[in-house]
Structures are given as structure tokens and as C-alpha cells.
């Protein structure tokens, strides 16, 4: 079946380092790829989506391209801030219609430090 | 432009009971979703209604149903309670018929059972 495979956490670094969350998938069809961000006691946030090979998405500073060759769709920051802190799903979606579960992996805890 | 809203925040429920969760979607949208994320976890897909029917279903028990109105506000109902029913409980917007599916979510309700 589909599924999502995060970078295993949690994550700690300090304010402006270079951050990379690890993402790969499997899936039967062509996915649509998102990652979505979960702060303390929230519900989830879209980050970012790509629907197709090579496309970028991007968005407060966060990017990540969608892979093809590789299965991957991995997530980068180049200056991570105190506010970045929280949890990031990486999921994906068959993008048919009537078939728009999303399938999410286990996320990844981030916590920047001062 | 208001966004998900979900109804209970929280909720406490003993073993046997059961609950009513409450979705309200994006204005606009039409296709409600259901997502369960335990403790630690990624969310996992329930159910999904579109045009008041349920359109597909994830890996839960018929303990877990639910209604979708016509103003495209929805329910999740879950009989028998559970103590592995405890989790955070998602409610996920999305238009049908354009934005590549994307899905908004909820803050979520927070169902503990004793």
C-alpha cells in the first residue's frame, strides 16, 4: 500500500542553522506531496504542496522539490528560527478523484534552541 | 473567510459511551474529512463525505460512522467508546472540483476515554 517514511526525531538545532527533514514515499500511482506543520496543541497547517515531478513548493522560507527518480520530498529551511518549533508531517495523496485520503508519516519534532 | 472549525475542543468520555464530534468546513468547500491522530502519531484517514454520502473509508470499525448535512457540515459519531478510542480528532475541508484536492484542517477535538 501507499505510505510515507519520515526522518526519525526529534530534531534540535540552534536558531539560523541549515535544516533537512528526510521524506520518502511509496505509492501505486502519481502522488500529490504536502507537508503540514503542527504547533503545540493545534490542529495541522499546510506548509507546503508539489502535485507533480520536479515541482518546487515553497513557502515561509521552507521548500522542498518533489522526486521522482528518488521517491523523495525532502524538506529544507536555510535559517531556522525559535518559531519553527513544532511537529512536520510529510503525507501523500493519489491526487484522483474519490481517492483524496491523505496518507501521513509517523512527523518529525522540531525544537530550535536560542 | 472562516476556516475549519470543529466542536467539542475536548472532551471526557468513559468506556461503553458514546460521542458526537461536530465539523464545520471552509466556506466554499464540499468534501469533509476525518482523520484520527493518536498520541505521537500521524494522523490516520477514517472516513470521507462528499455530497452527504461517505465516498471512501479508511481502516476503522463500523463503531465509526458519520453524517454530512447539507450545508456540507459533518459528523463523526463513535459508539462503544473505547480506551483506544483516546485521541486527537481531526476534521479536514477540501473542494472537490479544484485546489488539487488540498486539504485544510481543523484544530481538532481532543477525546479522552476513561
Known amino acids: 500500500g501507499d505510505s510515507v517514511t519520515q526522518m526519525e526525531g526529534p530534531v534540535t538545532l540552534s536558531e539560523e542553522a541549515f535544516l533537512t527533514i528526510n521524506c520518502t514515499y511509496t505509492a501505486t500511482g502519481y502522488p500529490s506531496l504536502f507537508w503540514y506543520v503542527q504547533y503545540p496543541g493545534e490542529g495541522l497547517q499546510l506548509l507546503l504542496k508539489?502535485?507533480?515531478?520536479?515541482d518546487k513548493g515553497s513557502n515561509k522560507g521552507f521548500e522542498a522539490t518533489y522526486r521522482k527518480e528518488t521517491t523523495s520530498f525532502h524538506l529544507e529551511k536555510g535559517s531556522v528560527q525559535v518559531s519553527d518549533s513544532a511537529v512536520y508531517f510529510c503525507a501523500l495523496m493519489l491526487s484522483n478523484f474519490g481517492n483524496e485520503k491523505l496518507t501521513f508519516g509517523t512527523g518529525t519534532r522540531l525544537t530550535i534552541i536560542p | 473567510d472562516a476556516g475549519v472549525t470543529q466542536s467539542p475542543t475536548h472532551l471526557i468520555k468513559t468506556r461503553g459511551q458514546q460521542v458526537t464530534l461536530r465539523c464545520s468546513p471552509k466556506?466554499?468547500?464540499?468534501?469533509v474529512s476525518w482523520y484520527q491522530q493518536a498520541l505521537g502519531q500521524g494522523p490516520q484517514f477514517i472516513f470521507q463525505?462528499?455530497?452527504?454520502?461517505?465516498?471512501q473509508r479508511g481502516n476503522f470499525p463500523d463503531r465509526f460512522s458519520g453524517h454530512q448535512f447539507p450545508n456540507y457540515s459533518s459528523e463523526l459519531n463513535v459508539n462503544a467508546l473505547l480506551l483506544g478510542d483516546s485521541a486527537l480528532y481531526l476534521c479536514a475541508s477540501s473542494l472537490a472540483a479544484g485546489g488539487r484536492y488540498t486539504q485544510y484542517f481543523g484544530p481538532g477535538t481532543r477525546l479522552t476515554v476513561l
Open positions: 463525505y462528499y455530497e452527504e454520502e461517505e465516498r
Open positions: 466556506s466554499g468547500h464540499d468534501t
Open positions: 508539489a502535485t507533480k515531478a520536479d
